[in-house]
Every structure is written in C-alpha cells, then in structure tokens.
C-alpha cells in the first residue's frame, strides 16, 4: 500500500512541474558539463557519432546520448534563429528528415514529445555511465542501426560549426 502512494504521490509532482514552451527542447544541466554553449557541444559530439554508413559509434551510453542531442538540435536549430547565422538553409530539414530515420530505426514513436526523448536517453546514457543498465530497452541501438540520413545531418551541422569558428553561444541549458 505504501509503495502505491509513492508512485501516486511521484505522479503527481511530474504532473505539477512546470513544462518548456511547445516547440522548445532543453538539455539538462550535467548534459555538457563546463561547456558553455551546449548547441554547439551537442553538434561536435553528433557530428563524429556517426561512421560513413550512418551506424553509431562509441558506446551505446555516448550512442544514447547522441540521439538526445540529435533530438534536441531537431527542435533548437532552425533559420530563425538569430544566434545560428551560419546554418545551412537545408539544416532543419535534414534533421526532421533525419529524426524519422532514427526514430523508425530505434523503436520511438513519431509523436512523441522531443523533450521525453531527450529526457529518456540522457537518462539511459547516465545509467549505462553509472551502472552498466539502462532504465529502457536500447536493444535497437545496441544492434548499431545504419542511418544514413541520420549520419548526413548531424555531418552537416557539424559543417555549420567548424565554419561558425568563435563566436557567441548557441544554445540553452535548462
């Protein structure tokens, strides 16, 4: 009976936090820690995660959080945005191009909300880092999926960044 008014209890206060505006993703605060603009550590870390046929690399924790990242920049990186002066006018596109690659490939629903996605494989990638075991199956991940579409965007933005060079920060952590 107790364990059932936690988890209630648990409910309730995710029920009453507040939510990002629609359409707006963050990062979680130790998701590039000392990093000062997390736009462009999620882009340098997605553009090398990928080899030439779209397969991730690394460990499934840094695959995990690659497709957090990818997540992320889908909804962060558009031509309206002022600080990004340097995106390639194809960019966004390719990313939603990209996330139905991904999420096809990975088992993630087409609808659901980008910032649950960032949520659940960062967390994912925090559990594989500590404990070796994830909170969701990343058994599709694990099998190294080919995605090229996926590998081509996160190539070209991190195109966008190496022709940026210095300059002011592009992003937001939450």
Same mark, same amino acid.
């Given at each position: 009976m107790?364990m059932?008014?936690?988890l209630?209890?648990l409910?309730?206060?995710?029920?009453?936090?507040?939510?990002p505006?629609e $359409? !707006?993703v963050?990062?979680?605060?130790?998701?590039?820690? *000392?990093?000062?603009?997390?736009?462009r550590?999620? +882009?340098?870390?997605?553009?090398?995660?990928?080899?030439?046929?779209?397969?991730?690399r690394?460990?499934?924790?840094?695959? /995990?959080? =690659?497709?957090?990242?990818? #997540?992320?920049?889908?909804?962060?990186?558009?031509? $309206?945005?002022?600080?990004?002066? =340097?995106?390639?006018?194809? &960019?966004?596109?390719?990313l939603?191009?990209?996330?139905?690659?991904?999420? @096809?490939?990975?088992? +993630?629903?087409? =609808?659901?909300?980008?910032? &649950? !996605?960032?949520?659940?494989?960062?967390g /994912?990638?925090?559990?594989?880092?500590?404990t @070796?075991?994830?909170?969701?199956?990343?058994?599709?991940? #694990?099998?190294?999926?080919v995605?090229?579409a996926?590998?081509?965007?996160a190539?070209?933005? @991190? #195109?966008?960044?190496?022709s940026? *060079?210095a300059?002011a920060?592009v *992003?937001?952590?939450?």
């Open positions: 107790r059932k008014a936690f209630t209890l409910l309730l206060a995710g029920a009453c936090a507040p939510l505006p $359409n !707006v963050y990062l979680p605060s130790d998701a590039v820690p *000392g990093a000062g603009d997390p736009t550590s999620a +882009i340098t870390s997605v553009a090398g995660g990928f080899d030439v046929l779209g397969r991730p690394g460990s499934l924790a840094d695959a /995990a959080r =690659n497709i957090a990242f990818l #997540e992320y920049l889908t909804e962060n990186t558009s031509m $309206n945005n002022p600080v990004l002066d =340097n995106t390639p006018v194809n &960019l966004p596109l390719q939603r191009t990209a996330r139905q690659e991904w999420r @096809g490939a990975l088992g +993630i629903p087409a =609808n659901a909300p980008p910032q &649950l !996605v960032v949520n659940q494989y960062f /994912a990638s925090r559990s594989l880092e500590a @070796g075991t994830s909170p969701i199956s990343l058994a599709a991940l #694990e099998a190294r999926p995605m090229p996926t590998a081509a965007a190539a070209l933005a @991190g #195109e966008a960044v190496r940026r *060079g300059g920060p *992003g937001s952590v939450r």
